[in-house]
């Protein structure tokens, strides 16, 4: 940014703001629309491939997105159980601690 | 157990969705687990007032249909702790809002959370039905101006008939008069219509009146809720009417004409 935008920036107040704000998400929704909605989608068919492998609870699936004038981010995070939830799944399974008890 | 407060009007343009937002902002400021959802099928607006749009992923009608989980949906202010945003489809058709959906929707809510504050559409099809038919309270939004007042007295007979509680024969929706984009100048001029006037014809307890104030557009631009700003009296104005909606007794502020100093005049500026 040059000294220039920031006076004009100055100026502008909130409106600048506004403006920026429509120009980027006016971009992505001017494209979105001739999409069909993805989203749904590909959330489906990507946990259908991570269930192939491993436990997924649906409750524990977040998916972000921020939308930028650059780049946009697709962030999704999958919690998958820990230790102590596995370790309890497998009761009942004799495990190497109770093998040395018996 | 959540109260659910429909925003409404019947005439756009009233500030219905800046009335949503600064509603649900106060409350969360107030400690109040909120959530704000936009029943506006199709043209999609909350998000912008309170500054997430970027942050859209899924929407009210993707969780009705089951292609995603409502917590996924549901936006987190980042101001705001505990405000959250159900932001509407921009998409789909308007068939698609049903009232078992919403119910689903709202049920899940109502243990999370302490208010569901509704956005409603203009206008009194699908949408606006649908935002008010769940409601335990109403803030009908009106300007001191003609059309905008019959259209808040087509909207009270709608809640008074058309709302489950009304369907049931339970406690009627306490419906509140939110008068927004008051000038107290030209009202001592006897330009505009006075609160007073409103009240009478409307016959509803006065919830607030929001001065007509430069904060607001300010606001909308930037993406915050005005209550945010705290120089603003449209700001103020807001949270005194969010204690109100919590059930504290809240004196109404003296509505004097804002004094213009010299130079604010020669500016051609106010507050």
Redesign the interface.
């Known amino acids: 940014m040059n000294l220039l935008n920031l006076f004009r920036r100055s100026r502008e107040g909130s409106a600048g703001a506004a403006k920026e704000r429509l120009q980027i998400l006016l971009a992505h929704e001017r494209v979105d629309s001739e999409a069909p909605e993805y989203l749904p989608m590909l959330q489906k068919e990507l946990i259908a491939v991570i269930e192939k492998y491993l436990d997924v609870d649906d409750e524990k699936v977040e998916v972000r997105l921020e939308r930028g004038r650059e780049l946009s981010t697709l962030e999704v995070n999958i919690e998958l159980p820990g230790a102590e939830k596995l370790q309890g799944r497998a009761r009942g399974r004799p495990t190497a601690g109770t093998l040395l008890q018996a | 157990m959540a109260r659910i407060i429909v925003v409404t009007s019947g005439k756009g343009g009233v500030g219905k969705t800046t009335s949503t937002a600064a509603i649900g902002a106060g409350l969360a400021m107030s400690g109040k687990k909120t959530v704000v959802i936009d029943f506006d099928v199709g043209l999609r607006n909350l998000d912008?007032i309170l500054?997430c749009?970027?942050?859209?992923?899924?929407d009210f009608i993707?969780v009705i249909h089951g292609?995603?989980?409502l917590?996924?949906a549901l936006v987190k202010d980042k101001r705001l702790e505990n405000l959250a945003v159900l932001p509407t489809s921009?998409?789909r058709d308007k068939d698609a809002l049903t009232r078992d959906g919403v119910e689903k929707v709202l049920d899940q809510l109502r243990d999370e959370y302490d208010y569901i504050v509704c956005d409603s559409p203009a206008g009194i099809e699908r949408g606006a039905h649908m935002a008010m038919y769940y409601a335990d309270d109403a803030v009908v939004v009106s300007n001191p101006e003609v059309s905008s007042v019959r259209d808040s007295d087509r909207i009270l007979g709608l809640l008074s008939s058309k709302t489950r509680r009304a369907e049931r024969g339970e406690e009627p929706v306490k419906a509140q008069l939110l008068l927004a984009r008051y000038d107290p100048a030209r009202v001592e001029k006897g330009e505009m219509l006075k609160v007073d006037d409103v009240l009478e014809i409307l016959a509803i307890p006065l919830l607030g009146v929001i001065p007509e104030s430069q904060s607001v557009?300010?606001a909308?631009?930037?993406?915050m809720p005005v209550v945010l700003d705290e120089s603003s009296n449209a700001g103020k104005a807001y949270l005194d009417a969010v204690k109100r909606l919590m059930g504290e007794q809240i004196e109404h502020r003296v509505l004097a004409p804002e004094r213009r100093s010299f130079f604010q005049r020669l500016l051609g500026r106010t507050a």
């Not at chain 2, 749009?53 to 899924?58: G, I, N, Q, T």
């Not at chain 2, 909308?220 to 993406?223: E, M, Q, R, T, V």
């Open positions: 912008m500054g749009e970027r942050r859209v992923v899924f993707n292609e995603a989980k917590h996924q921009q998409t557009l300010k909308s631009n930037l993406g």
